[in-house]
């Protein structure tokens, strides 16, 4: 977390008068470098959020907002760039701790204001174990949610930001761009932990759309952000680089993903095929073998196969 902090302080793109965006890592699970949220300073002790990540991670949260110097009831505003657990639990329980405001797109919205129906799915695919690994996730109460439309923008402190509608990993996702450059894209870049090069799409289920996120890639580009900060994991500084390679990774791996469909595979042989795919690029771009199995961990073949091969068709 130093390393990623101190890199923000000497990036030469970050125009005078932008103010820190400090990365929390939250530690889900107890591992390092999986999810982060991050805290934007707006001056005299006030902050946002932006994707708040999981109900269980909230001390954690709390944490980091301690450690970077601001105390909680200086949150004014939580953007959620989608409603997924890891990124959006947490959003309610500080919207009645503090009265913070959480912005949303359209269609995140109804989950934020109710999460009933979103727990209850959740909880079908984790069973027991929902609550160990997501915690609860409260209601926003009324009055709290700030709906933004795609283009839309918001006076944040010193900053304005612009909400840009970013479907493909999730149809109900915006990408938050601040007006220095700074892009918090939820999962529309993917994931790639820090010291890595591969892009890893986050293509769990239900709501793969590969067409509608190659058009969101080229709404970001248009937006030309200098930086993205990443929630798996961390600032990203050689921006149209990686927005080309993770155009070039989403029809791949569906390729991959398709060679095993074509062969009859399962979704567990599918599962070691695109594995094998991921361990051969990292090994590669030279990444060692505990790097080889964070990532891994971090992109979870299993569920990225089960999402492309309903994108594809064939779920
Ligand atoms: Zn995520």
């Known amino acids: 977390m130093r390393e990623l902090t101190s890199g923000l302080i000497a990036h ?3 125009r ?5 965006a400090h990365p929390i890592d939250l530690h889900h699970a107890g591992v390092p470098e999986a999810i982060a949220s991050y805290l934007l300073d707006l001056g005299g002790g006030a902050f946002a959020l932006f994707d708040p990540g999981p109900g269980s991670t909230l001390l954690q949260l709390q944490a980091g907002v301690g450690a970077a110097g601001f105390e ?3 949150l004014t505003h939580v953007f959620v760039s989608h409603v997924h657990l890891d990124h959006a639990g947490a ?3 500080l919207a009645r701790r503090t009265g913070a405001t959480v912005a949303c797109h359209p269609r995140a919205a109804p989950h934020l204001a109710d999460p009933t129906r979103l727990m209850a799915s959740a909880r079908r695919v984790y069973g027991a174990r929902l609550d160990e690994l997501w915690g609860p996730m409260e209601s926003v109460p009324e009055g709290r949610l700030k709906v933004l439309e795609d283009g839309e923008t918001l006076a944040l402190g010193p900053h304005e930001v612009r909400a840009i509608a970013a479907p493909g990993h999730a149809n109900h996702q915006h990408a938050y761009l601040l007006d220095d450059g700074r892009l918090f894209p939820g999962d529309a870049c993917a994931i790639r932990l820090p010291g890595q090069r591969a892009i890893m799409p986050a293509t769990a289920p239900p709501e793969i759309d590969l067409e509608a996120w190659d058009r969101t890639l080229d709404a970001l580009e248009t937006a030309a952000p200098t930086r993205l900060l990443l929630p798996h994991f961390g600032p990203k500084d050689d921006v149209a680089d990686h927005l080309a390679r993770l155009r070039a990774a989403l029809p791949a791996w569906a390729q991959v993903v398709r060679e095993g469909i074509g062969l009859g595979e399962a979704d567990r042989p599918l599962a070691d095929r ?5 361990r051969a690029e990292l090994a590669t771009e030279g990444v060692d073998d505990d790097g080889i199995a964070r990532a891994i961990r971090a992109a979870g073949p299993m569920m990225c196969v089960i999402g492309l091969r309903r994108a594809l068709g064939e779920g």
């Open 91 to 93: 959003a309610g329980a």
């Open 72 to 74: 909680l009831a200086g």
């Open 274 to 278: 695109l594995e094998a795919y991921l």
């Open 16 to 20: 005078w008068g932008s103010t820190m």
């Open 12 to 14: 030469p793109l970050l």
